[in-house]
């Protein structure tokens, strides 16, 4: 069964530290997501990503985030100054358009 | 705003037992349904999901739901959970006019004793 693919499964970074968060989606899927969840609380909406560009995104995705598609096959989430706030498991998800969400195993990023 | 409501925050249940987890939406429109588990350590996983038709939806691994509109509810049910069900559950909707964003509930954490 196709897997969507995370990388690292866990990250520690020092407060101000640029990350860059890795995901390969599921090759023929179109649609492209990130989700985070803090630590006991609920799953969030962070993006998506459509035909190259960013389709919707939340209010907790300000400026210090950005996500981009660069070859084709990995999809990128980049905090450009983490805060310690940003400690959580990021979630990649990919979607072929049939509503069939296809979530990663996540990447824990702790924030020290 | 949208919101997903789990109301069980934690479930502890005996191998055999009957579970159900409720799920209650506030969205008033047209919404697709999906209740994902995470089993520890491991990424979310699709159960089942409700789009149109038969409201008693069945998913993988003896898992229901059924989608009662008028209470905006979603529940999961299990006739006999088994310890290897152990795993966090989570109810997430789709409002249909408002692209393809999701929003997931808080999680239900499900421990079956042996």
């Known amino acids: 069964e196709p897997e969507v693919t995370q990388t690292p499964s866990h990250q520690v970074t020092q407060m101000g530290q640029e990350v860059i968060l890795r995901c390969v989606p599921i090759s023929n899927h179109l649609y492209f997501y990130w989700y985070r969840q803090i630590l006991g609380q609920k799953v969030e909406f962070l993006v998506s990503f459509y035909n190259n560009e960013i389709s919707e995104k939340s209010e907790i995705f300000d400026d210090q985030f950005s996500v981009e598609r660069p070859d084709g096959s990995n999809f990128t989430l980049k905090i450009r100054s983490t805060k310690l706030e940003d400690s959580a498991m990021y979630f990649c998800a990919s979607e072929g358009g049939d509503y069939g969400y296809t979530f990663g195993s996540g990447t824990r990023l702790t924030v020290v | 705003a949208q919101s997903v409501s789990q109301h069980n925050h934690h479930v502890i249940l005996s191998e055999a037992a009957s579970l159900e987890l409720g799920c209650n939406y506030s969205y008033g429109g047209t919404v697709n349904l999906f209740w994902y588990v995470q089993y520890p350590g491991q990424h979310l996983q699709l159960l089942l999901k409700?789009?149109?038709?038969?409201?008693l939806v069945k998913g993988i691994k003896g898992f229901e739901a059924e989608f009662i509109k008028s209470k905006f509810s979603f529940n999961l049910r299990k006739p006999s959970v088994q310890w290897s069900d152990t795993a966090e559950y989570f109810c997430?909707?789709?409002?249909?006019?408002?692209?393809?964003?999701?929003?997931f509930g808080t999680g239900t954490s499900l421990t079956v004793i042996p």
């Open positions: 997430a909707v789709n409002p249909l006019n408002t692209g393809n964003q999701f929003y």
């Open positions: 409700y789009f149109s038709g038969d409201p």
